[in-house]
């Protein structure tokens, strides 16, 4: 026998709880490759031993706001964090959804319409509530009919994320068919997103020693020409509209950081990542994610807000 074969046999030799133990110390998608190892490595990876290791401390208090608390009773820990994964859970009145991320068992939350703030929603020739679209997670979202103000803002408490993780924000939404106002044209102003992050010294309200960081992005919330309008705005435009004896030169420079829309692949909603931030530690203090189109005062139609969703960041998949 070779050496190789050898430590091989040595390692299947080992206690189940040893193998548990050195699995739990990997990640979660090593953890489901090794159950496929040998049936002793099945056994260890599969242990609550191991995927009480992935799931966050705190998993039991925020489930125990879930709207259907019953449903993750009774179940392995390998089963609950699966589940987190695939099916998000409704907090709070279906207000909010909590789930996990696959690859490193991070925090995820989505804010529904209902809970962020958004300027008129309470006047209804402005914004209304719909029920039951297809794809959405939560039962209402909210259809802006007519507004020149566009302002959409949530929060969420820090301590609610995961540390040492980079996250980003995303708004997920739907465009109507009857809709006007929203695409990105030569000349007009796009809407700008803002990530402000303020960590304050008692989780509560900000004091003046408060430490704040803000960045600002450019958003893009419809493509009128396909995905290739990507492309079209890294590069500068220029477009010339006739007028009698003169002619009136728009011109669009280059952005080569505007986010622009793409179609989720679980659900068939649209997003547009909105802005990122990183959270260090168990962190006092809160995110506050904003989007705005207020400057060009043109009016709007159409903009079905499902929610913003606040998710782990990973570089190679945005």
């Not at 679980?266 to 802005?275: A, K, M, Q, R």
């Not at 207020?294 to 782990?312: M, N, Y």
Request: proline share 5%; net charge negative.
């Amino acid at each position: 026998m070779d050496c190789a074969a050898a430590a091989a046999a040595a390692i299947y030799r080992l206690p189940e709880e040893c193998v548990a133990h050195a699995i739990a110390m990997t990640t979660p998608g090593d953890a489901l490759s090794s159950s496929a190892v040998s049936p002793a490595f099945r056994a260890a990876a599969d242990s609550d031993a191991v995927w009480d290791r992935f799931l966050p401390p705190d998993h039991a208090a925020v489930l125990a706001r879930a709207d259907d608390a019953g449903d993750h009773l009774g179940r392995s820990k390998k089963e609950l964090f699966t589940r987190l994964c695939s099916r998000p859970v409704l907090l709070d009145g279906a207000t909010m959804s909590f789930g996990l991320d696959r690859r490193s068992g991070a925090k995820c939350w989505m804010l529904s319409a209902r809970a962020l703030s958004i300027v008129w929603v309470d006047d209804p020739s402005c914004w209304i509530w719909t029920a039951d679209l297809p794809g959405s997670r939560f039962p209402e979202v909210a259809e802006l009919v007519d507004v020149c103000w566009l302002e959409i803002t949530g929060k969420l408490q820090l301590s609610l994320l995961s540390p040492r993780t980079t996250y980003a924000a995303y708004l997920v939404y739907a465009i109507a068919d009857d809709s006007y106002g929203l695409e990105c044209n030569i000349g007009i102003l796009p809407p700008k997103a803002t990530v402000t992050v303020v960590i304050s010294g008692n989780g509560t309200k900000p004091t003046s020693t408060a430490a704040s960081t803000s960045t600002e992005n450019t958003i893009c919330l419809q493509h009128m020409q396909g995905e290739e309008e990507t492309a079209m705005h890294r590069r500068r435009q220029e477009y010339v509209r006739p007028r009698k004896n003169y002619g009136w030169k728009l011109v669009r420079e280059a952005d080569m950081d505007i986010r622009c829309p793409r179609r989720r692949g679980d659900d068939g909603w649209t997003e547009v990542e909105l802005g990122e931030f990183a959270v260090a530690g168990e962190e006092d203090g809160v995110v506050e994610v904003s989007l705005k189109e207020v400057e060009c005062r043109r009016w709007k139609r159409g903009l079905i807000v499902q929610g913003i969703e606040i998710r782990p960041k990973h570089t190679n998949s945005n």
